[in-house]
């Protein structure tokens, strides 16, 4: 393994550690599995559920460029 695995074994870790730390609403983990009462309505992401939102979007882009960086080199 060289060090493009090991970083995209990092990032896809801190990803799903994101992804699971965003809140939908009231619902928060529990709409995943189908317990979210939230009735429907839109709300901003502000604060930290917006810092959370860039850095998985930041991410996420970076793993799939080193997963092509994987396949040239």
Excluded: C, H, P
Aim: without cysteine; glycine residues 16%.
């Amino acid at each position: 393994m060289n060090i493009i695995d090991y970083i995209q074994i990092a990032i896809s870790v801190v990803v799903i550690t994101l992804i699971l730390l965003q809140e939908r609403g009231a619902g928060g983990l529990g709409g995943a599995f189908g317990g979210s009462d939230t009735g429907g309505f839109y709300q901003a992401r502000r604060g930290m559920e917006k810092m959370f939102f860039w850095a998985t979007l930041i991410l996420v882009i970076g793993f799939a460029g080193l997963a092509l960086l994987n396949l040239v080199v």
